[in-house]
C-alpha cells in the first residue's frame, strides 16, 4: 500500500494516524501547508511514549523518512575529504551521512528528547530514524535497569548501541556528556575524553569502521566549545594509531561555524 502512496498521501495518513495515536491531540486540527504538517509529525512523534505501533503505521513512516532523508540528500565519506590521519570535518546535519555510526548526544534516560520539534541532535536523530528507536532505546534501558534497578540512568561516558532504522548510517552510539554546572574541572574534561575513546572502542568492538561524531556536551551541557574541540582531537588523535587499520574514518560533525573553526585550527 504505502509504495503506491505519494509523499503527501503518507504525510497525511502519518498525521492522522499519530494523532489517534495520541489520547491529548486526536482532535488536533490539521494543518493545511506541508510546512505545517511536517512540525505536526514531527511533534508527535517527539512526543510519543515508546510502546507497540502498528506496523502497517510503522511501515508508511519508514518510506516517508526514508523519502524525506533522500530528499535532504545522503552524504557518503568518499563525499568528504580527510584533512588528516583519516580524520575529517563535515559542517551539517548528521542524520544526512551515510557512516557505519553516529554519535548521539544523548541524556541519561536514554529515550530521546521529548521537546516537540526542539533543535538538540538527539531529538533529530530520533526524528528521522522513527520511533522504532526509542522504543529500542527502552527495551535496553528496562533491561539495564532489571539487571541494576529500578532508578538506573546511563553514567557519563557509557556508550549503548542502538540500529539507525530510517537513517543512511547503520548504527547510532548514544552517549551521555559530562554537564559543565559550577565551571569546568579536570574531572569533566577526563569524562569527555572517555565519551570519545569508549565509543570508539565500541566501533572497534562492532566492526564499525566510519564514525561520525557530534559536539558532545557542548550547547545545553554548557562544554566550552574551543575546549571540547581541542579534547576531542587529542583523544582520537591518540586512540587512531594504538589501532592501526582498524578504523577508516572519524568524522567532526559540526553545525556552528564556531566549531568549524575550532576544529579546522586543529586539524591544519
Known amino acids: ?36 504538517k ?9 512526543i510519543r511514549m515508546p510502546r507497540k505501533m502498528d506496523e502497517a503505521v510503522l511501515s508508511v513512516q ?7 532523508i533522500r530528499e535532504n540528500g545522503i ?28 554519535v548521539n548526544a544523548a541524556n541519561s534516560q536514554m529515550l530521546g528528547c521529548f521537546v516537540p520539534m526542539h533543535t538538540c541532535i538527539d531529538n533529530c536523530i530520533h526524528t528521522f530514524a522513527g520511533v522504532q528507536l526509542r522504543a529500542e532505546c527502552n527495551r535496553q534501558m528496562n533491561a539495564l535497569r ?13 556508550p549503548m548501541l542502538t540500529d539507525a532504522y530510517n537513517l543512511p548510517a547503520k548504527k547510532v552510539v548514544h552517549i551521555v ?16 575524553a572517555a565519551c570519545y575513546s569508549n565509543t570508539l572502542d565500541m566501533c572497534l568492538e562492532n566492526g564499525l569502521r566510519t564514525v561520525a561524531f557530534c559536539c558532545i556536551s557542548t550547547g545545553v551541557f554548557r562544554f566550552p566549545n574551543k575546549r571540547a574541540a581541542q579534547i576531542a582531537v587529542r583523544t582520537v588523535s591518540e ?4 589501532h592501526a587499520g582498524q578504523m577508516d574514518r572519524v568524522i567532526f560533525n559540526v553545525f556552528k561555524d564556531e566549531d568549524k573553526e575550532y576544529y579546522e585550527q586543529l586539524l591544519q
Open 177 to 192: 556528556g559530562p554537564i559543565v554546572e559550577c565551571g569546568l574541572t579536570k574531572e569533566l574534561e577526563e569524562q569527555l
Open 62 to 68: 519508514d518510506e516517508y523518512l526514508q523519502e524525506r
Open 146 to 158: 532489571i539487571r541494576y534497578g529500578s532508578n538506573y540512568e546511563q553514567p557519563t561516558a557509557v
Open 239 to 242: 586512540w587512531l594509531p594504538l
Open 38 to 46: 511536517r512540525r505536526i509529525l514531527r511533534s508527535l512523534m517527539n
Open 75 to 102: 552524504v557518503e565519506p568518499a563525499d568528504i575529504p580527510i584533512i588528516r590521519d583519516r580524520m575529517s570535518i563535515w559542517q551539517g546535519d548528521i542524520t544526512r551521512l551515510a557512516v557505519d555510526a553516529i
Open 1 to 36: 500500500m504505502n509504495e503506491k502512496m505519494t509523499q503527501n498521501a503518507r504525510l497525511d495518513y502519518l498525521v492522522e494516524e499519530f494523532k489517534a495515536d495520541s489520547v491529548q491531540y486526536k482532535d488536533l486540527q490539521m494543518p493545511k501547508d506541508t510546512e505545517g
